[in-house]
């Protein structure tokens, strides 16, 4: 039995090799091998995921944190691929943390890396890669930078997917709500799609109940063909890694959610995981309890 794949990624800039792909996150197969997870998902088609609108979609923080919050936009052309994207952080006055020299001499010294590297990376990352989120590689030294990064980009993504150029306003740093807060893709990949829920309490994350189900709403977990393959390939399988990973969400809280660990063997699927937690952690913060609709993009083999 083949693999389902699961990775998501996000769109950004009109590449010549990129197809219809590039709007919106992707579902990859979680591999045995490193090439077959770094092949480019935009060579193929795409069976499903709504087409990005034009227009220019926004995202900002709203608090500021050591002096400083992100400011994130993308403008989408005609033909539904991004031709433009920023990224920064600025203070009170818009002046770039990139300028700020004391800033960046201090984070250097400490990582070895400043805002005035990182930055521009991920910027450049974002415009390079397209659709494959998973190919946007996390600068060493800002890992909490680069995974805030990637949500954004991807909810600017779904923002397009929605036509909704309403800037979307992220509350940083704030305690969750009380509540239990809904993720769900629409597109099945392979027989299976992602749903995902939080139940939070007191600012802590009481129970994480991520899945993946087929069109009867059977979990991965109970596909024992699956299981077996997939166990063959890479010593791991949705039965062990769907519950260590919701496991590892447990107890955390919006400021320590991105310590869980990548699944050794589930690489793509942690990462959706971890990518849909931000997004969840982020409506409770804002106490939004409406389900998060991700219209994933699936490619054909």
């Known amino acids: 039995m083949k693999l389902n794949k699961f990775v998501t990624s996000l769109s950004v800039v009109a590449m010549s090799v990129l197809t219809l792909a590039s709007a919106m996150p992707v579902q990859a197969a979680d591999s045995s091998s490193s090439s077959a997870e770094s092949s480019s998902v935009t060579e193929k088609k795409v069976t499903a995921g709504k087409t990005m609108k034009a227009g220019t979609y926004k995202l900002e923080e709203k608090n500021f944190s050591h002096g400083y919050k992100v400011k994130m936009s993308m403008t989408v052309g005609n033909d539904g691929k991004i031709t433009n994207t920023s990224y920064d952080y600025v203070d009170k006055n818009g002046n770039s943390k990139t300028k700020d020299a004391d800033y960046e001499k201090s984070m250097k010294a400490k990582s070895g890396v400043g805002p005035a590297e990182y930055i521009p990376q991920l910027n450049d990352s974002f415009k390079k890669n397209g659709s494959d989120t998973g190919a946007i590689a996390v600068v060493s030294g800002a890992t909490e930078s680069s995974n805030d990064f990637k949500n954004y980009a991807q909810q600017l993504v779904q923002a397009a997917q929605a036509g909704d150029t309403k800037t979307i306003v992220v ?116 106490g939004d309890k409406g389900t998060i609709k991700v219209s994933n993009y699936v490619y054909a083999e």
């Not at 919006?254 to 982020?282: D, H, I, R």
């Open 171 to 286: 509350n940083n740093g704030k305690k969750m709500k009380n509540g239990t807060y809904k993720l769900a893709e629409q597109n099945y990949s392979h027989g299976y799609r992602m749903k995902m829920a939080i139940t939070v309490k007191n600012g802590k994350i009481t129970k994480s109940n991520m899945d993946y189900v087929n069109k009867n709403g059977k979990s991965k977990t109970k596909d024992a063909a699956y299981e077996k393959s997939m166990k063959s390939k890479v010593k791991v399988g949705p039965k062990e890694y769907i519950p260590d990973l919701n496991k590892a969400l447990k107890g955390k809280t919006a400021t320590t959610y991105q310590n869980v660990k990548v699944v050794s063997g589930a690489t793509e699927s942690s990462n959706t995981f971890k990518l849909y937690s931000a997004q969840l952690v982020n409506a409770a913060q804002n």
